[in-house]
């Protein structure tokens, strides 16, 4: 009955494959949202949707594309991998408030 | 361009004590401000939060200040717990601020020892 749940928890791979990080919440929310928490430990936005419809989307490389298949999920695929995406990504999804609901978080290592 | 900042990495605390967690931010557009709480492996979780209109909000042992002229806020939990033992994160969001909007400080551990 997890709220939202990520998953794998961890992935580790090699420069230059894609990857995949899935995401669901079972909250009804509206709006789900990616975080990167990168080595410095600071925790930023990376994308939002709402409804389907990005309504953020922050400098992020292009090799990063959300995708939402329904109002539930929220996907992150990452393409040609890089050793400074290493990371730990969140999802998260909230009812329009800031006070967001957080999934567990993938730790992403990049060989 | 830290707009957020939490100076303290770590703070250390007995159990029954007060513990004092602060953060100071530079937008002056700020108006609502967050707590979060993350344990190990676990994503944050929202904690308190308070609005830009008022200077104190309390929630159980949880009191969150707010000095908008020194654009610093604090959180205070009295009296600690062990399990409060976690990473405390401060967010600040600007007019219309959503979720999408928080801008994150780097965190500050807390140990709050038996």
């Known amino acids: 009955d997890t709220a939202v749940s990520q998953t794998p928890k961890y992935l580790v791979t090699q420069m230059g494959n894609d990857k995949s990080i899935k995401c669901e919440q079972n909250l009804g929310h509206d709006t789900m949202y990616w975080y990167k928490q990168d080595s410095k430990k600071f925790l930023k936005i990376m994308f939002s949707?709402?409804?389907?419809?990005?309504?953020i989307n922050e400098t992020v490389p292009n090799r990063f594309s959300p995708k939402s298949p329904d109002k539930a999920h929220l996907n992150l695929h990452i393409n040609s991998l890089e050793l400074g995406d290493s990371a730990v990504y969140f999802c998260?999804?909230?009812?329009?408030?800031?006070?967001?609901?957080f999934g567990p978080g993938t730790r992403l290592t990049v060989l | 361009d830290q707009q957020v900042k939490q100076n303290s990495p770590s703070l250390s605390v007995q159990e029954g004590r007060i513990s004092i967690l602060n953060c100071d931010y530079t937008?002056?557009?700020?108006?609502?401000f967050l707590w979060y709480k993350k344990y190990p492996a676990e994503g944050p979780t929202f904690l308190i939060s308070?609005?830009?209109?008022?200077d104190k909000n309390e929630d159980g042992r949880f009191t969150v200040f707010l000095n908008k002229s020194a654009k610093h806020l604090s959180l205070h939990i009295v009296p600690s717990q062990p399990g409060d033992s976690a990473v405390y994160f401060c967010?600040?969001?600007?007019?219309?601020?959503?979720?999408?909007?928080?801008?994150f400080g780097k965190g500050t551990k807390l140990s709050v020892k038996p």
């Open positions: 949707y709402n409804n389907k419809e990005l309504i």
């Open positions: 308070i609005s830009s209109i008022k």
């Open positions: 967010a600040a969001s600007a007019t219309g601020g959503s979720q999408g909007n928080l801008i």
């Open positions: 998260a999804s909230s009812q329009g408030g800031p006070n967001g609901v």
């Open positions: 937008n002056s557009m700020f108006d609502y």
